[in-house]
């Protein structure tokens, strides 16, 4: 299970981090979070990176990014606390998604195409101006 103490990392005390933000946040990590345990009870692994001690990704930036974090556009859903990156160095959780979409849909989650996440794994809550649960960043 993904926290928001996980989520929010050494961002904590950042003003970005806002009620509404915050609000955000537990909602997507509720969606994440179920459907992280039925990928998990199908088999597949989540692994912890080694830079945040989580299954989230990067080193800093994989959970909520304040906004003068240099990744990500102002509204991105990182920032908004929409959006999460998982640390999947093997490309499991991916592979495991594109066999399984409907899986997204039933939880309300969207995931940038794994050909632009190599080794992680973005899952939002935000619908993409495509709507379609995998799309290009």
Not at 22 to 27: E, I, W
Not at 80 to 97: H, S, V
Request: charged fraction near 20%; include cysteine; hydrophobic fraction near 30%.
């Amino acid at each position: 299970m993904i926290t928001l103490e996980q989520y929010v990392g050494p961002h904590a005390q950042s003003k970005d981090w806002t009620e509404e933000r915050q609000d955000n946040a537990v909602a997507m990590l509720s969606c994440v979070n179920a459907l992280k345990a039925e990928m998990e009870a199908d088999g597949v692994r989540f692994h912890t990176n080694p830079n945040t001690k989580t299954n989230i990704s990067g080193k800093t930036y994989g959970g909520f990014r304040p906004q003068d974090c240099p990744q990500g556009a102002p509204t991105s859903s990182h920032k908004t606390g929409m959006g999460i990156d998982l640390y999947d160095p093997f490309n499991e959780i991916d592979a495991w998604l594109l066999s399984h979409q409907d899986r997204l849909e039933a939880h309300g989650l969207y995931i940038e195409h794994p050909s632009a996440t190599d080794t992680w794994s973005h899952w939002t809550t935000r619908a993409p101006k495509s709507g379609r649960r995998i799309f290009y960043p």
